[in-house]
C-alpha cells in the first residue's frame, strides 16, 4: 500500500492547485506578489479569474478589476496583418520600425483596456468597481503595486527582478 501511495503522489500535476486555474506566468506572478505585497488571497471566482459576463478578469482586489495583458504583436492579429504590415515597413530604418510597431502596440494596449472597461461598465454589480489595465511588470509595480501594498516594497528594480523568478517558477512548475 505505501508503494502505491508514493506512485500516485508522484502523478499529480507540478503546478500550485492554489494557482493552477492561472493562464500564465506573468499570472502567477502578479498573484504571488499580490499575495506578498498587498495581503490579498486568492480565490478562484471571487478575488482571481472572475467571470464577468463572457469575459475573465484576472484579479480583484478589494473593489478593482487588474487585468495583466502583455500586448504580442504577433498573437493580437487575428488576420494576416502583422506580416502585412511587416512588410510595409521593412525598408523603413531600423529605428522607424521601432516606433511604428511601439504605436501599433500602445494602440493594442489602448483598445484592450477600452473593450474591459466597457464589459465593467455595463454589469449591474461591478459597474460601478474600479479598473486597472496593465501591460509590463513595471505597470503593475507602480500602478498595482503601488497602490495596494500595504507596507513597504523594494526598489523598481529589485521588485522586477522578483516578478521575472515567479514568472519562471510558474513556468517549471508547469
Request: glycine letters at 6%; charged letters at 25%; aromatic letters at 10%.
Amino acid at each position: 500500500m505505501r508503494s502505491s501511495r508514493g506512485s500516485e503522489k508522484s502523478n499529480l500535476p507540478p503546478a500550485l492547485i492554489e494557482f493552477s486555474c492561472l493562464q500564465s506566468g506573468s499570472e502567477y506572478a502578479c498573484a504571488k506578489m499580490l499575495e506578498k505585497y498587498a495581503g490579498w488571497k486568492g480565490i478562484d471566482g471571487a478575488t482571481m479569474q472572475i467571470k464577468v459576463g463572457r469575459a475573465v478578469f484576472d484579479f480583484r482586489i478589494h473593489n478593482t478589476f487588474i487585468e495583466y495583458h502583455p500586448v504580442s504583436l504577433k498573437r493580437e492579429f487575428i488576420t494576416n496583418g502583422m506580416s502585412e504590415i511587416s512588410s510595409a515597413i521593412h525598408n523603413l530604418p531600423r529605428r522607424n520600425k521601432i516606433e511604428v510597431l511601439k504605436a501599433i502596440a500602445t494602440e493594442l494596449e489602448a483598445q484592450y483596456a477600452k473593450r474591459r472597461s466597457q464589459i465593467l461598465s455595463a454589469h449591474p454589480v461591478y459597474g460601478e468597481m474600479g479598473f486597472i489595465c496593465v501591460h509590463t511588470p513595471e505597470e503593475f509595480i507602480h500602478r498595482v503595486l503601488g497602490k495596494f501594498a500595504t507596507g513597504p516594497c523594494g526598489d523598481a528594480l529589485s521588485m522586477k527582478r522578483e516578478f521575472n523568478k515567479l514568472r519562471k517558477d510558474f513556468t517549471v512548475l508547469r
